[in-house]
């Protein structure tokens, strides 16, 4: 927002250079990015009359002009198109020197001599225009050799240009900015009073009426009526200011609107009355698709829901009395009812809109004006009288509009003052000072926020409705604490050393996440990232049945369902790099998915699962199930199971119906008893009709390749009470040699190998000390649909060595335990 000084001052006697102002206001939070001096410069320029323009031979872009600045005929090459015989322009002679160090001399341009130059306002450091030179035909005084400065009233100024933050309303008005720099510079700050406007003629109800048909959207709305209004040029102070602010003065009385928004932050409207049929206005909310032209001339569909969250396509429309539109209530008018040269009724608008409904109308029409900008952040309700009785007097100033006595007010639910208690101990907690009540009180008091002493010993603070930043209850408190630490001066609390030992460090999920990828990478897998966001198709190749939670606002119409599973997303990176040429890939994903909730209203039980393709030479379920061994060992992880599909019910998931397992641990589920199965997640090879939807074929023959799986849901397999770890307590070393003895079972196909493996461990007694796997075999000396399964077991005693008698109970007790549970046979 720019701020000239000169307007600050209007507020408070501030002094001092310009940097340490800006400085002071950077503390104070509001940040300034620029600072930009004005009005220098511009002592050599005068006001000058074109009398003759002529086109020069050979040039179609310069043309020769003749001005008076007073002292008689002066000739000039110029650029510019945009003024005509008789204009009055700003001329800069030669030897002046323009803002910025230019300095003006003769030059000769196709062979004619500029002696001097015409300015824009960008040349003379007043505004960014510097397609034309400025014509000051409406500036009175603005006679031929008078001084430009003299003449528009200028005089030397420094603007600055503040960042105000969203959550500052208050700020965003000259108003706002210098009273936080006066409380902080302990200067007297003051609203200047404004007089109650004069009044006659006929009331203002019997000139317009206002019927506001939804105060949900808009608490408050005013209405004033001003006749005998005559269109014309704002006054050089006026204009000037809105000028510095960055506004470009259009007439008297919108320029008295955007003065009084940018003086004191409440946007007002001015209606041609004679031009709204009915003679008045009507607010209500849009109809879903109605349209209204706005003032820059495009024309907005409304009342139509939005992507944006809560966007409901609840927009507010400003109507004549009729119920045609005629503006977007807080964002823009319309073209229809705009103040024109033969306006001389004015019908002034001041409302209050709930700052959410406009700030969702603005984004989503991408329709971003001054007015919304204050709108949607909160303008104060109970400023609007003030507002319009300021709007009256800055008009006042260039023309004898009559104010019609009374005023239209519809209110609603607008919002109060907010009462808080505040404890000045809670204060010092915060900021790590020790101000008592009345030191806090003091620290308030300039900012507009009272605080008396109340009972026990807490202040009761009163905050304005200008304030809408400041919260309720215990949030509210914190947010007192801070006013009083932007008054005070944030420098001068004091600095304390932080109390915690190990600031930043990673939690256990993190170190653990970090740890599963470094595993990962371990095993030659690289990590991929592939989006979360899938097709319809997607999630119909692996057979997903049901709804899937979709976009509201897809940036691809297809891709808008966020996926269930990250098979289709690594099958087609693999399916990428395979038509690439890269054939041994093993590539693994830590992300998210997203499964539907069963009530189809929930929020989202979001899962972060480690996932894994094996596709390398040779790869396969085989590849997995090492992965997730090593995976384990790693992890220390203890008491997880491969469960074949016909154990627990169902296919795997996208996986082969017969070659691939759950992962499942007996501990504590997140939602579960203790010793309830969770599923921990699933090894095995995916279907193969799944792979071969993605395209992923072997290149030597064109079949489908066999491609390894491992999911792991990381929520169950980091948690410790749902996964146990091994303990890391260390055993004694026995002196004694161990003995190992190899047995062999046949089992169906449809027993898994850890299932064997764990009734070996439980019934080789106390010295077993390892069981493992070492072959699989399958063929026709076991019998169709049946494997061999061979385990070495080795037993070893820490007091002894073990005797043959011994090793051969164990031996008997484990293949007896083996064909009871499995309906094995030993394997001779």
Same mark, same amino acid.
């Given at each position: 927002?720019?701020?000239?000084?000169?307007?600050?001052?209007?507020?408070?006697?501030?002094?001092?250079?310009?940097?340490?102002?800006?400085?002071?206001?950077?503390?104070?939070?509001?940040?300034?990015?620029?600072?930009?001096?004005?009005?220098?410069?511009?002592?050599?320029?005068?006001?000058?009359?074109?009398?003759?323009?002529?086109?020069?031979?050979?040039?179609?872009?310069?043309?020769?002009?003749?001005?008076?600045?007073?002292?008689?005929?002066?000739?000039?090459?110029?650029?510019?198109?945009?003024?005509?015989?008789?204009?009055?322009?700003?001329?800069?002679?030669?030897?002046?020197?323009?803002?910025?160090?230019?300095?003006?001399?003769?030059?000769?341009?196709?062979?004619?001599?500029? &002696?001097?130059?015409?300015?824009?306002?960008?040349?003379?450091?007043?505004?960014?225009?510097?397609?034309?030179?400025?014509?000051?035909?409406?500036?009175?005084?603005?006679?031929?050799?008078?001084?430009?400065?003299?003449?528009?009233?200028?005089?030397?100024?420094?603007?600055?240009?503040?960042?105000?933050?969203?959550?500052?309303?208050?700020?965003?008005?000259?108003?706002?900015?210098?009273?936080?720099?006066?409380?902080?510079?302990?200067?007297?700050?003051?609203?200047?009073?404004?007089?109650?406007?004069?009044?006659?003629?006929?009331?203002?109800?019997?000139?317009?009426?206002?019927?506001?048909?939804?105060?949900?959207?808009?608490?408050?709305?005013?209405?004033?009526?001003?006749?005998?209004?005559?269109? /014309?040029?704002?006054?050089?102070?006026?204009?000037?200011?809105?000028?510095?602010?960055?506004?470009?003065?259009?007439?008297?009385?919108?320029?008295?609107? &955007?003065?009084?928004?940018? %003086?004191?932050?409440?946007?007002?409207?001015?209606?041609?009355?004679?031009?709204?049929?009915?003679?008045?206005?009507?607010?209500?909310?849009?109809?879903?698709?109605?349209?209204?032209?706005?003032?820059?001339?495009? %024309?907005?569909?409304?009342?139509?829901? /939005?992507?944006?969250?809560?966007?409901?396509?609840?927009?507010?429309?400003?109507?004549?009395?009729?119920?045609?539109?005629?503006?977007?209530?807080?964002?823009?008018?319309?073209?229809?009812?705009?103040?024109?040269?033969?306006?001389?009724?004015?019908?002034?608008?001041?409302?209050?809109?709930?700052?959410?409904?406009?700030?969702?109308?603005?984004?989503?029409?991408?329709?971003?004006?001054?007015?919304?900008?204050?709108?949607?952040?909160?303008?104060?309700?109970?400023?609007?009288?003030?507002?319009?009785?300021?709007?009256?007097?800055?008009?006042?100033?260039?023309?004898?509009?009559?104010?019609?006595?009374?005023?239209?007010?519809?209110?609603?639910?607008?919002?109060?003052?907010?009462?808080?208690?505040?404890?000045?101990?809670?204060?010092?907690?915060? @900021?790590?000072?020790?101000?008592?009540?009345?030191?806090?009180?003091?620290?308030?008091?300039?900012?507009?926020?009272?605080?008396?002493?109340?009972?026990?010993?807490?202040?009761?603070?009163?905050?304005?409705?200008?304030?809408?930043?400041?919260r309720p209850g215990p949030l509210g408190e914190a947010d007192i604490a801070e006013e009083v630490a932007r008054t005070f001066g944030y420098s001068r609390l004091p600095r304390r050393?932080?109390?915690?030992?190990?600031?930043?460090?990673?939690?256990?999920?993190?170190?653990?996440?970090?740890?599963?990828?470094?595993?990962?990478?371990?095993?030659?897998?690289?990590?991929?990232?592939?989006?979360?966001?899938?097709?319809?198709?997607?999630?119909?190749?692996?057979?997903?049945?049901?709804?899937?939670?979709?976009?509201?606002?897809?940036?691809?119409?297809?891709?808008?369902?966020?996926?269930?599973?990250?098979?289709?997303?690594?099958?087609?990176?693999?399916?990428?790099?395979?038509?690439?040429?890269?054939?041994?890939?093993?590539?693994?994903?830590?992300?998210?998915?997203?499964?539907?909730?069963?009530?189809?209203?929930?929020?989202?039980?979001?899962?972060?699962?480690?996932?894994?393709?094996?596709?390398?030479?040779?790869?396969?379920?085989?590849?997995?199930?090492?992965?997730?061994?090593?995976?384990?060992?790693?992890?220390?992880?203890?008491?997880?199971?491969?469960?074949?599909?016909?154990?627990?019910?169902?296919?795997?998931?996208? @996986?082969?119906?017969?070659?691939?397992?759950?992962?499942?641990?007996?501990?504590?589920?997140?939602?579960?008893?203790?010793?309830?199965?969770?599923?921990?997640?699933?090894?095995?090879?995916?279907?193969?009709?799944?792979?071969?939807?993605?395209?992923?074929?072997?290149?030597?023959?064109?079949?489908?390749?066999?491609?390894?799986?491992?999911?792991?849901?990381?929520?169950?397999?980091?948690?410790?009470?749902?996964?146990?770890?091994?303990?890391? /307590?260390?055993?004694?070393?026995?002196?004694?040699?161990?003995?190992?003895?190899d047995l062999a079972f046949v089992v169906d196909d449809l027993v898994g190998a850890d299932v064997v493996g764990e009734t070996l461990s439980r019934a080789g007694g106390s010295f077993?000390?390892?069981?493992?796997?070492?072959?699989?075999?399958?063929?026709?000396?076991?019998?169709?649909?049946?494997?061999?399964?061979?385990?070495?077991?080795?037993?070893?005693?820490?007091?002894?060595?073990?005797?043959?008698?011994?090793?051969?109970?164990?031996?008997?007790?484990?293949?007896?335990?083996?064909?009871?549970?499995?309906?094995?046979?030993?394997?001779?």
């Amino acid at each position: 927002m720019r701020t000239p000084l000169s307007w600050l001052r209007d507020f408070a006697p501030f002094d001092g250079s310009p940097a340490d102002l800006a400085a002071t206001l950077d503390d104070l939070g509001l940040v300034v990015e620029a600072i930009e001096p004005v009005g220098e410069g511009l002592e050599q320029v005068v006001v000058a009359r074109v009398e003759e323009i002529a086109a020069i031979d050979g040039a179609d872009r310069i043309r020769r002009v003749i001005v008076d600045a007073g002292d008689g005929p002066v000739e000039v090459v110029c650029g510019a198109w945009n003024f005509s015989v008789g204009d009055r322009v700003p001329f800069a002679p030669v030897g002046s020197v323009l803002p910025g160090g230019f300095a003006i001399g003769r030059r000769k341009m196709k062979g004619v001599v500029s &002696n001097g130059m015409l300015c824009s306002g960008r040349e003379l450091a007043l505004t960014d225009d510097h397609e034309g030179i400025m014509v000051l035909n409406d500036v009175a005084g603005a006679s031929p050799g008078v001084s430009f400065t003299e003449a528009l009233g200028i005089e030397a100024d420094v603007v600055f240009d503040i960042a105000v933050e969203a959550n500052r309303p208050d700020a965003w008005c000259m108003a706002g900015v210098a009273r936080d720099l006066a409380a902080r510079l302990r200067l007297p700050f003051a609203v200047p009073a404004v007089d109650a406007p004069a009044e006659g003629g006929p009331s203002v109800g019997e000139l317009a009426t206002v019927r506001v048909e939804d105060t949900e959207l808009c608490p408050r709305f005013t209405a004033r009526v001003l006749t005998g209004v005559r269109v /014309g040029p704002s006054p050089a102070l006026v204009a000037r200011r809105l000028t510095l602010a960055g506004m470009r003065p259009i007439n008297n009385v919108v320029d008295a609107s &955007n003065y009084v928004m940018l %003086e004191l932050g409440q946007p007002t409207h001015p209606y041609d009355l004679d031009r709204l049929p009915g003679g008045g206005l009507l607010v209500r909310r849009a109809e879903p698709g109605e349209r209204v032209v706005t003032l820059d001339g495009n %024309e907005r569909r409304l009342g139509t829901p /939005g992507p944006g969250l809560g966007d409901t396509g609840d927009d507010c429309l400003i109507c004549d009395a009729d119920g045609t539109p005629v503006g977007i209530g807080g964002v823009m008018g319309g073209e229809s009812s705009e103040i024109g040269g033969s306006t001389q009724r004015v019908l002034l608008e001041a409302a209050y809109f709930v700052p959410m409904a406009i700030a969702r109308t603005s984004k989503r029409l991408n329709l971003r004006t001054e007015a919304s900008a204050r709108f949607e952040r909160g303008c104060d309700p109970s400023g609007i009288d003030r507002a319009v009785a300021r709007f009256c007097e800055v008009l006042g100033t260039s023309t004898d509009a009559v104010v019609a006595p009374g005023v239209l007010d519809v209110t609603g639910d607008v919002p109060e003052p907010l009462h808080l208690s505040v404890r000045s101990d809670r204060i010092n907690a915060l @900021l790590g000072t020790s101000f008592d009540s009345p030191e806090v009180a003091g620290l308030l008091a300039p900012l507009g926020i009272t605080a008396e002493p109340s009972d026990g010993g807490a202040l009761a603070v009163t905050v304005p409705t200008f304030r809408p930043d400041i919260r309720p209850g215990p949030l509210g408190e914190a947010d007192i604490a801070e006013e009083v630490a932007r008054t005070f001066g944030y420098s001068r609390l004091p600095r304390r050393q932080p109390a915690w030992p190990q600031p930043g460090r990673l939690t256990d999920t993190q170190r653990g996440r970090r740890h599963v990828k470094d595993v990962m990478v371990g095993l030659g897998a690289s990590e991929a990232w592939t989006s979360s966001i899938v097709t319809a198709a997607d999630h119909g190749a692996l057979g997903l049945e049901g709804p899937s939670i979709e976009i509201a606002n897809p940036l691809i119409s297809d891709e808008r369902f966020l996926r269930r599973s990250m098979v289709p997303g690594l099958l087609k990176a693999l399916a990428y790099n395979l038509d690439r040429r890269q054939d041994a890939l093993r590539l693994f994903e830590v992300g998210t998915v997203f499964p539907y909730p069963e009530d189809g209203r929930a929020p989202v039980a979001e899962q972060e699962l480690l996932c894994a393709v094996f596709a390398g030479s040779g790869d396969d379920a085989r590849a997995a199930t090492v992965a997730w061994r090593t995976l384990a060992d790693a992890l220390r992880i203890d008491g997880v199971s491969l469960l074949t599909p016909s154990t627990l019910g169902g296919q795997v998931g996208a @996986l082969h119906p017969t070659r691939s397992a759950w992962l499942v641990s007996v501990g504590r589920s997140r939602h579960g008893a203790p010793g309830q199965m969770v599923e921990v997640g699933a090894v095995g090879e995916l279907d193969p009709d799944i792979v071969a939807a993605f395209g992923i074929g072997d290149p030597t023959d064109g079949s489908v390749r066999r491609v390894g799986w491992l999911q792991l849901d990381l929520g169950y397999l980091l948690d410790p009470a749902v996964v146990p770890r091994r303990d890391l /307590g260390s055993r004694p070393v026995s002196r004694f040699p161990s003995s190992d003895i190899d047995l062999a079972f046949v089992v169906d196909d449809l027993v898994g190998a850890d299932v064997v493996g764990e009734t070996l461990s439980r019934a080789g007694g106390s010295f077993l000390e390892s069981v493992d796997l070492f072959d699989v075999y399958r063929g026709a000396s076991v019998g169709p649909d049946r494997r061999s399964l061979a385990y070495r077991l080795r037993f070893c005693a820490p007091d002894r060595t073990l005797t043959d008698d011994e090793i051969g109970d164990y031996r008997a007790q484990c293949i007896a335990a083996v064909a009871r549970e499995h309906r094995a046979e030993l394997r001779g």
